[in-house]
Structures are given as structure tokens and as C-alpha cells.
């Protein structure tokens, strides 16, 4: 019997022609359908991986598939996929917004090992290794240190920051995660950049919302510079100490940007976004020690989040 929060049979039929498959040279995968279902399930849960339920396999085979995933950026590919469906269909509302969201890091999340000690004692062997290889073991290096693993420090513990973009229906376009005193508007340039949906007829994919919202904290210049270059409309609040100096310079100040109260009111896209991801409960809360397996898990989060849309 299946728990509540697993694939349904139309979501699988979307999703299982994307996923990667057996070179034959090393080894079958495991059940694809189990093994992604046991990963949903703990995302979803927050459940430690030793405590994942026997219908779904081995847990250490679960947790690293999910690991293996999150390194060569399989959960990324299957969440831009889905995208470009949608947006084939016409069912992307490219009018974007752009926030960001705190996630307190549990005390198991830290002390994550670095380099190459790490390396020797896992057992693990240089090169790459191929998205559809069950075999490999690699993964990304540690940079060191807390915030290598995108962990910052705060009176409250660890904490860990999520920017994104999100579309008009209320569903990820595009993620970075940092540790979690980072300003947001320095993330701006890196969230817009990795929106990325693949076309299904030949051309190149499509990095360009049709608009974007954001809050006061992305009011500057080199923003609204980066918007203007690429020929962006955008709803950005301007700040009362920007519009006060503006006003101060007179005609040196130049005009004060274009607002459109009404398009402003739809950046709440953007914070529905973020309460869908923070209804999985890994997501809510970071469990995982290393950075890009914590983001593999927001991107799975954000995935299912497509599917059942």
C-alpha cells in the first residue's frame, strides 16, 4: 500500500520518460518509481533516512540516489523538463517575481567533512561520473567551513537562505541557496540567470520573464541596470532614502522609476511559492549537511510541486 504523498500514476507518466537509465556496464538501478517515492517521502516528512518505511527499499539505497541526483544536477534537468512542458502548453505565466525566504539549519545539518579526508574515508575515486551511471560515487567538494555549505551563523543557530523566482501560478522557476545572512539583492543577478526552460522544438532555451516583481530590498541601481539591459519590465518599490537623496539632487537625480501598484499586487505569487516549499518538511527545515544535497532537495520539492500542478 502506497502512502498518500507518493507519485500518482498520471504524475509517473510524466515523469518516468525523463529519468536517467542503466549503461549496462555498472550495474541496474533500483526501481525507479520506489526509490523516487522514498525520496519524496522524506522530504515531505523530515523523517530521519535510517526511519524510511521497508516498501520503499534499503534506505541507504534512497539516500544515495538522492545525494548521487543532487550532485550531477539530475533533480535540476527533471525540474526544467517539466518546465519546458508546461511552457510548450502555454501554461507558464512568465509575468515572474523574485524573494527569498530564511530556513532555520537543524544542529545535525552542521559539521558536514571537507576535502580530501573526507574523500579518502568515503571511499571515493576521482573523475566524473555519468548522470546515468548507478555506479558512480562522486561528489561535489566541500569549500570548508559553514558557509561553504550555504550555513550562516545568527542569534538564532544556523540558518540557511533560499531565493528564488517563481511564475504568476505560483510554482519555481529557478533556485540558489545561500547561508542565510546574505542580502537578497546580491542574489538577484544569480536567481534570474538560472532561469533556463529547454524549448521542445529546436532554438535556444528560454531565459526571459515577460516582467518581474520584487520588494524594496532589490531597490538599486545595478538592478534595475541589469532589468534595463536585458530589456526586462520590472515593479520594484523604490526605498524612502533613495527617493529622499533622488529628490535632493533635483534634476541630477533624475526621474523616479515607473510603479505599477497593480502588477506589484501579484508579487504575492512569489510568497505562495515559498509556502508550497515550506509544506515539505525537509525544506522547512534543513536536515541535510551539505549544500548541494540540500538543494537537490528543494529542487525535488519544487518539482513535485510541477507535477501536481
Known amino acids: 500500500m502506497g502512502d498518500r504523498g507518493d507519485l500518482t500514476d498520471a504524475q509517473w507518466a510524466r515523469l518516468e520518460p525523463l529519468l536517467p537509465v542503466s549503461n549496462g556496464r555498472c550495474g541496474r538501478w533500483r526501481d525507479h518509481r520506489q526509490v523516487v517515492n522514498g525520496v519524496l517521502y522524506r522530504i515531505r516528512t523530515g523523517v530521519q533516512w535510517r526511519d524510511l518505511p521497508e516498501r520503499y527499499g534499503p534506505w541507504k539505497t534512497v539516500h544515495e540516489r538522492h545525494r548521487r ?67 558512480g560515487t562522486d561528489r561535489p567538494a566541500g569549500v570548508g567551513g559553514a558557509g561553504g555549505e550555504a550555513l550562516g551563523r545568527s542569534r538564532g ?96 537625480g533624475g526621474r523616479p522609476p515607473d510603479f505599477d501598484k497593480d502588477r506589484y499586487k501579484k508579487r504575492n505569487t512569489v510568497e505562495r511559492a515559498i509556502n508550497k516549499l515550506k509544506a515539505f518538511r525537509a525544506v522547512a527545515t534543513r536536515f541535510d549537511k551539505r549544500g548541494y544535497v540540500y538543494l537537490g532537495t528543494v529542487t525535488a520539492a519544487a518539482l513535485v510541486i510541477w507535477l501536481r500542478s
Open 157 to 252: 543557530g544556523f540558518t540557511t537562505k533560499i531565493h528564488l523566482s517563481a511564475d504568476g501560478h505560483c510554482r519555481v522557476l529557478s533556485l540558489v541557496i545561500t547561508p542565510g545572512q546574505c542580502a537578497d539583492c546580491t542574489q538577484f543577478e544569480p536567481v534570474m540567470d538560472k532561469i533556463r526552460v529547454p524549448r521542445r522544438a529546436a532554438g535556444r532555451p528560454r531565459t526571459k520573464p515577460d516582467s518581474v516583481s520584487a520588494d524594496k530590498g532589490y531597490s538599486n541601481r545595478r538592478t534595475r541596470r541589469y532589468l534595463r539591459r536585458r530589456g526586462i519590465r520590472h515593479v520594484i518599490p523604490e526605498k524612502a532614502d533613495q527617493a529622499a537623496n533622488r529628490v535632493r539632487r533635483g534634476r541630477a
Open 69 to 135: 541526483w543532487s550532485a550531477d544536477g539530475t533533480w535540476e534537468m527533471l525540474l526544467q523538463q517539466v518546465q519546458a512542458e508546461a511552457d510548450a502548453a502555454g501554461e507558464i505565466d512568465w509575468d515572474t517575481s523574485v524573494d527569498s525566504t530564511s530556513v532555520r539549519a537543524h544542529h545535525h545539518a552542521a559539521d558536514a567533512r571537507h576535502g580530501s579526508a573526507a574523500r579518502r574515508q568515503k571511499g571515493l575515486r576521482p573523475g566524473g561520473q555519468s548522470r546515468s551511471d548507478p555506479g
